[in-house]
Every structure is written in C-alpha cells, then in structure tokens.
C-alpha cells in the first residue's frame, strides 16, 4: 500500500483506490491510499506550520532541493516512464518524454529560484524611493489531472516551492503512480518536514477541504472546465479571504489547413495534434479547419496515415496510441462518435472500441476522424478529449479564420501554411494562449509560458518565468531614508 505523506510521515489513508493498467485491465499496479477529509486538514496544518521556516529558506536551499529532484527524475527516466505508461495508457515514448520535461521542470526553477526578481524607482515624491519584491504567497494547494500525471504536477510544485511556498498535493485519483513516486523522491529532497504534503483520493471526497480552508493561500488547478468552475466559486465564497486562484481547463483547438501548406507537414501536425496522448490532451486540436482547395488531398492522405498507427498496449515500443484512460472516458468518447454521427458528419476513419488487442483486455479505441463536419455541431463545440478529430471544410482563409475562434475555448491554435503573410496574419489574429505555425497545437516547451484565453484558463499563466506572477506575491515598499 502507497500511503499519504504529511507533515514529513507517511500515513496510512482512510480508505484505499486501485491503480488499474488501461491497457490490461487485469493487471493490477497497486493500491494506494486514500486521505479522509481529516488528513486533508493534517496536510494543510503542516504546510501552514512549514510556511515560515520555508519562506525564509536562502535560495540556494531551495535550489538544491529542486535540483536534486530533476537529478533524480532524470535519472530514474526509465522506470518513471514505464509506470506512466502503465497507469494511464501513454505510449513509452511520450511517457519518456513527459518524465524528461518534468525533470527539465525542476532544474528550470532550481535556477529560478536563484534569481527571484525585484525592482527599484524612483518615486515621484522627492527623496523616496520605491522597492517592489516577490514574497511567497503562503500555503498552495495543487489539484492536477490524470492526463499528464508527472508533467502538471511538476510544472505547479517546482515553481510553488521555488518561490518559498508550502505545499498540498492532491493528484488525480486514476492515476495515484507517478504522483506518489514523484512525492516520494521530493520527501527525500532535503524539504523540511512539512513543506511539501500529499493527499491522495478523490476530487469529491477531500477536494472541497483544500479549497475551503481559510490557511489555504491559494490554489493552482488544472482539469475539466466543469469542476474548475466549482473551483472558482468556492475560492471566492469561502469563509475567510478569497483564495488567490489559476485554473487551466478546456481546449477545443483548431488546426488551419491552408491552401498552400505543405501536405506531409499538415498530416504530420494533425495526426500528432489530435491523436497522440491518444488524444487526452488540452491541446488537442480537435477541429481541422481546412480550405477547399486542398480539402480532399488532406482527408485522404489522413485516412491512409491513420490506418498505419498501431493502437496498443501503451509499453509496447511499436504502439503510437495507447488505450483510453479508463472505461468512463472511453464511454464519452463513444457517446461523442454516436453523437456526431447522428449530427450528420460522415465517420471517415475508425470509432471502434476494441474489446482487447494482441489478447489483452483494455479500453481501446481506433481514432476516429470525421468529416463533413459544421462548426455548430456538438462534436466541434464541446471538448471530448479523445483520440476524435473533425475536418471542418473551409472557404478560404477568412472563413478559415472566424471558424478557427469561433468557439468557447481558447488555449492553442495551429496553422499549417507556406505563406509567410498567411502566418504572420494568423499568428496575429488567432484568439489563443498559444499559437503554432506549422507546427502541432500540442507539445510545448517547459521553459515558457503555457496558458489560454476564453474559457480555457483563469488567472497568471503556468510556466517558465511566468510562473512567479501566481506563486508570488507583490509588495511594494515606499522608503523615505
Ligand atoms: P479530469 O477528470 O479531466 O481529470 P476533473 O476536473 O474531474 O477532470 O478532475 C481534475 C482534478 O480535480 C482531479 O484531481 C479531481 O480529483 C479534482 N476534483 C474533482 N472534483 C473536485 C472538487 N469538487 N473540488 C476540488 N477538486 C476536485
């Protein structure tokens, strides 16, 4: 049993969750502890008491703390990746990939951590002078979803505890693995006990306790724009000051075919964009918006690429889309293909779950692509966050253009074009957090900002140096010497 780490123990839960391998679900990873609302509030207590020896350790400490995380991580690169893969269906070679940007992640913020900016000016008023420092802001509770199970947890407890901030975890419940194996090596960190806690178990049961409790400073959360809007409610209604809050939610990203694009590249940042990660991803781009004249050259040269991934046991080497997470989402996505059909898209690829492959049962899925599709259907509006993509046959680039941010969210946004005044004008004009030109809407870069607009995310965005906006604190100090 994988237990709970508070206060600098590890605890036994309340309760306890298995840990079920998508792509064998008879294969049993372990089971893991889960924390009643009791140990919630343990957890909370011992970030709180942390807070002020941590807030004032020098930033060399909380340098080397994070450094010999991302040294560990690194290190461990294999095994990290293998039970990723396990517990949530990524195939080997992203889940490597995920495991190496979480350790990038960590030494990225060892040197931030080293160099905390501050400003000095002049006052207006004679002989003042005006300071403006970055304090931490106090206890942060990080919520994180089961799509990246390393990933988001690293990118939001590196920069928390880079900026002096104390620590409660709570990651997703289908995916406890990485989540605790990452918390394991942070306990050995050199934190001082406290610093940094974790509380497995489910959103429902101890979910509104790291929201509600006046210690908790604020709160960084990533997942479905439905709970990140409860999120938000309770951060703002709760008893005592309002948490300081950051959400990351929904995609619906568009991919823009244009006329001119190089074909290989836009069937390459397609299938990439919308499939890989079995497409479980925020940046998924799950409507390609394609223009007339080269419409039916793109749908076909899909369909043939489409048919060559190998969808499989995620540890497979040869498999490039794993299962879907578990049997709910993959109920979603099947809801999804029935609803799209019956809006009148054609089904031009795939849509089968797959009871078992090479014998072994899983919650598999073909990637389904559809075509024939309007921006107004369901299937282009709502995120399904599968392995499902629609083709939305444009004009030209205008049309191109206002279906492109013609939708709710606004996370990434991608065109594919050789033109360099169709990508300057899109770069410009496309309402997203993140823009690609020729290149997939997913996998970004850990050392920059990642972030939406609309509603795809809420507060500071995550990320390279960016990240200070929410782990700290501004004070401005007036000095008349
Ligand atoms: P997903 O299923 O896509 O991960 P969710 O929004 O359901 O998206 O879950 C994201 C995270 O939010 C998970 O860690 C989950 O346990 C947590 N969560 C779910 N409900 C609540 C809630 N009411 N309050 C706080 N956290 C929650």
Request: neutral net charge; hydrophobic residues 45%; proline residues 5%.
């Amino acid at each position: 049993m994988r237990r709970n780490y508070i206060g600098g123990k590890w605890i036994e839960g309340s309760s306890a969750g298995e840990n079920i391998n998508p792509s064998d679900t008879r294969d049993v990873i372990g089971l893991y502890a889960r924390a009643s609302q009791a140990q919630a509030l343990d957890a909370i207590g011992a970030a709180h008491a942390a807070l002020p020896k941590w807030a004032a350790a020098t930033p060399q400490q909380r340098a080397d703390v994070l450094d010999a995380v991302g040294s560990e991580v690194a290190a461990r690169k294999a095994e990290l990746a293998d039970l990723l893969a396990r517990e949530e269906g990524k195939a080997l070679a992203d889940a490597t990939g995920e495991v190496t940007r979480a350790a990038q992640i960590f030494k990225f913020f060892a040197g931030e951590a080293l160099r905390i900016p501050g400003e000095l000016l002049a006052s207006t008023r004679p002989g003042m002078s005006v300071e403006i420092t970055r304090e931490p802001v106090g206890v942060v509770s990080i919520i994180t979803p089961w799509n990246f199970p390393i990933a988001i947890p690293a990118w939001k407890i590196a920069p928390a505890l880079a900026y002096g901030n104390t620590v409660v975890f709570k990651p997703a419940e289908l995916v406890p693995g990485s989540a605790w194996a990452l918390a394991e090596i942070l306990s050995r960190a050199g934190l001082p006990a406290g610093t940094f806690n974790l509380v497995m178990g489910r959103g429902r049961d101890i979910g509104d306790t790291l929201l509600q409790d006046p210690r908790v400073a604020a709160v960084t959360f990533t997942g479905s724009e439905a709970t990140g809007r409860k999120v938000a409610a309770t951060c703002v209604t709760r008893r005592g000051a309002m948490a300081k809050f950051q959400l990351e939610m929904g995609g619906k990203n568009p991919l823009v075919v244009l006329d001119d694009a190089d074909l290989d590249v836009a069937v390459s940042c397609a299938v990439n964009g919308a499939y890989f990660g079995t497409g479980q991803r925020c940046t998924a781009s799950s409507r390609l918006v394609v223009s007339a004249g080269i419409h039916d050259r793109f749908v076909a040269a899909m369909v043939d690429r489409l048919a060559t991934l190998k969808v499989g046991d995620a540890r497979n080497p040869g498999t490039v889309i794993g299962p879907v997470v578990d049997a709910q989402q993959l109920r979603q996505d099947l809801d999804y293909i029935a609803i799209g059909r019956e809006e009148g898209a054609t089904l031009a690829f795939g849509g089968q779950a797959l009871q078992s492959v090479d014998g072994q049962p899983g919650h598999y899925l073909q990637p389904a692509l559809f075509t024939g599709t309007s921006n107004a259907m369901r299937i282009n509006r709502e995120e399904i966050f599968g392995p499902v993509a629609s083709v939305i046959r444009v004009r030209d680039a205008d049309e191109a253009l206002a279906v492109a941010n013609d939708t709710e969210f606004g996370l990434s946004a991608g065109v594919c074009t050789t033109s360099l005044r169709m990508a300057a004008h899109f770069k410009r004009e496309l309402q997203a957090g993140m823009v690609m030109v020729n290149a997939p809407t997913a996998g970004v870069d850990a050392h920059v900002p990642f972030g939406g607009r609309k509603g795809s995310s809420y507060g500071p965005r995550e990320q390279g140096r960016h990240a200070a906006e929410f782990y700290t604190s501004v004070k401005t100090t007036y000095l008349q010497p």
